[in-house]
């Protein structure tokens, strides 16, 4: 039977031509494959979104008012784009490994092409939208960051849902991208790659499996689809969420045991606390009398749930993700502080929003939330926050 120890050190698969490390290649890609690439990359999956089946889904009711509707095929998205990355590991490595080689060229694309969909976003919400409303130019910037239309759809598909694959989907490219481009330059994938790779793919996965529980979310529900959030979805989340898998490429030393299996329990707590309290905040959305923890579950003033993670704390699906987010940035040690970057900039990011969405949940629900916030006194940390 095989020493445990050994399951950390790094996998040795077949030994192919060595490849120039990442920083010793040239730039070959033009600038403009780039942009085909990302046209063609976004093209395929709003094409695919538009004709693969999926269980239509009535939205929550909107702030603008009326209920949109969702067709979830995201998962049949994310299988087809696993299949494929699952291909080119065989067949043609070299390809999947185009994003880590490519990355700058990308980077400069992927950001022309948020760019112009926001000012086209923009543009077409300006056309529909009262004359009021066209007046001075720091309004006309604020639209432009913040969006206009609420919830824009072109040609039946919702355009903000739709763009969390994408984002999620260039993502899981990347990461495999890392993962190549670490075999092609070395002949073999470290331990701490290979955790990484499968801490995020569960991640990312089950986001598209929980794709339905969307629709009750912040940014659905009340951001307007602008600027702020294609660059979010397009540029940030593949490019800066990715950091860690880059730095890991040239990360060899072994991981060992005990390491592994404490990022892999931080892992599963993040995972346990995020993916649950936004499973009961989802359930209880669409069924008032559902049970949590094995009983009929409490409310304040038959609106907002106080059981479960909710009772516990009034954002710890926020805590759930960060921590899951730190399991696999500590694989990096101390290579390099960029994927750092990317905790702290989370952390920022959901201080905030807590902040933001407190404002506006006290606003909405008034003495309930107060009543709601006695009961649940903590946002992030018990004791602490
Ligand atoms: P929430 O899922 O916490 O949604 C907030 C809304 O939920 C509130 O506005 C309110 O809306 C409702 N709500 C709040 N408390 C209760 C309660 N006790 N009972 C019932 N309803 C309640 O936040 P987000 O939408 O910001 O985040 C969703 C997920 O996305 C989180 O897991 C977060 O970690 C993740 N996320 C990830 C990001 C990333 O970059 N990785 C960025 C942003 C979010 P209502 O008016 O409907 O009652």
Redesign the pocket.
């Known amino acids: 039977m095989a020493d445990p120890r050994q399951l950390l050190t790094p996998v040795h698969l077949p030994r192919r031509e060595r490849q120039p490390a990442c920083h010793e290649r040239p730039l070959t890609s033009e600038a403009h494959v780039s942009i085909v690439v990302v046209l063609g990359f976004v093209g395929l999956l709003f094409l695919g979104s538009r004709v693969l089946p999926g269980p239509v889904v009535q939205g929550?009711e909107s702030h603008a008012g009326g209920c949109p509707q969702y067709r979830l095929n995201g998962m049949k998205l994310f299988l087809l784009s696993v299949v494929m990355a699952g291909a080119a590991w065989i067949w043609a490595p070299h390809l999947l490994a185009y994003p880590a080689r490519n990355s700058g060229e990308l980077l400069v694309a992927a950001n022309v092409f948020a760019f112009a969909l926001a000012t086209a976003l923009y543009v077409r919400g300006r056309c529909g939208s009262p004359p009021g409303r066209r007046s001075s130019p720091a309004r006309a910037l604020v639209d432009y960051v913040r969006g206009v239309e609420l919830n824009p759809a072109w040609g039946g598909v919702d355009l903000k849902l739709f763009s969390y694959r994408p984002s999620l989907i260039a993502l899981f490219l990347f990461n495999v991208s890392y993962l190549a481009a670490q075999y092609l330059d070395g002949g073999s994938v470290s331990g701490r790659m290979a955790l990484y790779q499968v801490l995020f793919f569960i991640y990312i996965a089950n986001y598209f499996q929980f794709e339905g529980g969307m629709i009750?979310?912040?940014?659905i529900?009340?951001e307007r689809f602008g600027w702020m959030l294609v660059w979010?979805d397009f540029v940030l989340?593949p490019f800066f969420?990715s950091l860690p898998g880059r730095t890991l490429v040239d990360v060899h030393e072994p991981l060992p045991l005990w390491a592994g299996i404490s990022c892999t329990l931080l892992f599963l707590t993040g995972f346990w606390l995020?993916r649950g309290?936004?499973e009961q905040?989802h359930r209880?959305?669409q069924d008032r009398g559902i049970t949590i923890w094995g009983r009929p579950a409490e409310t304040?003033g038959g609106?907002?749930?106080?059981s479960g993670f909710?009772g516990l704390g009034?954002?710890l699906?926020?805590t759930?993700?960060l921590l899951v987010?730190t399991s696999w940035t500590v694989l990096c040690g101390t290579a390099s502080l960029a994927p750092y970057l990317v905790l702290l900039f989370?952390a920022g990011?959901?201080v905030h929003?807590a902040h933001r969405?407190d404002k506006?949940?006290r606003a909405?629900?008034g003495a309930v939330w107060q009543e709601?916030c006695r009961r649940?006194r903590f946002r992030m940390v018990p004791f602490l926050y």
């Open positions: 929550a009750y979310t912040w940014d529900l009340a979010g989340v969420y995020f309290a936004n905040k209880f959305k304040v609106k907002l749930l106080v909710w009034r954002k699906n926020y759930g993700e987010y989370l990011l959901f929003r969405d506006r949940c909405k629900y709601y649940a």
